[in-house]
T-cell receptor, first 112, second 119 residues
Framework: AQSVAQPEDQVNVAEGNPLTVKCTYS??????LFWYVQYPNRGLQFLLK??????LVKGSYGFEAEFNKSQTSFHLKKPSALVSDSALYFC??????????FGKGTKLSVKP | DTGVSQNPRHKITKRGQNVTFRCDPI?????LYWYRQTLGQGPEFLTY????????KSRLLSDRFSAERPKGSFSTLEIQRTEQGDSAMYLC?????????????????FGPGTRLTVL
């Protein structure tokens, strides 16, 4: 069965520092992986996805993610965090019906 | 605004009552998904539609839940005889513009959700 795991409930970063939000996956077949962000009282917003090809995927708002097949990971990264990046981040893998299977989420807190 | 919309945004009901939520997907998107999100968890898949056809239901979707998508446009999710365990955020998402072949890695666009509280 497809699944993703986000091992950190919360990540704290100082503004201007690089950030990493971790995600590992378990799939049968080719993984299609996604990152979404959720701000309070707003819906999930798509950030980026990995399909195939380059292991470094660039997405919205300066975020990128690194796909690592040997470690079955898809970590979200940003070189310089902003206070406005503070939100809940979800990693997801495509399920058998085209649905998304989400991790539990990681709360990112960026302090000035 | 041409995004996914959901109504109502909040619903408070008493246990045993029926509730209905509405989702309006992005115009001409032929796939529509319903998810449920509880506090501290990621969204969990409930069901999805390809146009007006409901193609899959998760085991989370008990027989008290029913979803429709008449004419392949908006969708409704009804919960009958609500229980306190039904309290959650119900999210709707759409993908795949009409006329395009479904691609399994198309991103989904989510609405703001309907927060249900069952007292």
């Amino acid at each position: 069965a497809q699944s993703v795991a986000q091992p950190e409930d919360q990540v704290n970063v100082a503004e201007g520092n690089p950030l990493t939000v971790k995600c590992t996956y378990s799939v049968s077949g080719n993984p299609y992986l996604f990152w979404y962000v959720q701000y309070p009282n707003r819906g999930l917003q798509f950030l980026l996805k990995y399909i195939t090809g380059d292991n470094l995927v660039k997405g919205s708002y300066g975020f990128e993610a690194e796909f690592n097949k040997s470690q079955t990971s898809f970590h979200l990264k940003k070189p310089s965090a902003l206070v406005s990046d503070s939100a809940l981040y979800f990693c997801a893998v495509r399920g058998s019906q085209g649905n998304l299977i989400f991790g539990k989420g990681t709360k990112l807190s960026v302090k000035p | 605004d041409t995004g996914v919309s959901q109504n109502p945004r909040h619903k408070i009901t008493k246990r045993g009552q029926n509730v209905t939520f509405r989702c309006d997907p992005i115009s001409e998107h032929n796939r529509l998904y319903w998810y449920r999100q509880t506090l501290g968890q990621g969204p969990e898949f409930l069901t999805y539609f390809q146009n007006e056809a409901q193609l899959e239901k998760s085991r989370l979707l008990s027989d008290r839940f029913s979803a429709e998508r008449p004419k392949g446009s908006f969708s409704t999710l009804e919960i009958q005889r609500t229980e306190q365990g039904d309290s959650a955020m119900y999210l709707c998402a759409s993908s795949t513009p009409s006329g395009q072949v479904f691609i399994s890695y198309n991103e989904q666009f989510f609405g703001p959700g309907t927060r249900l509280t069952v007292l």
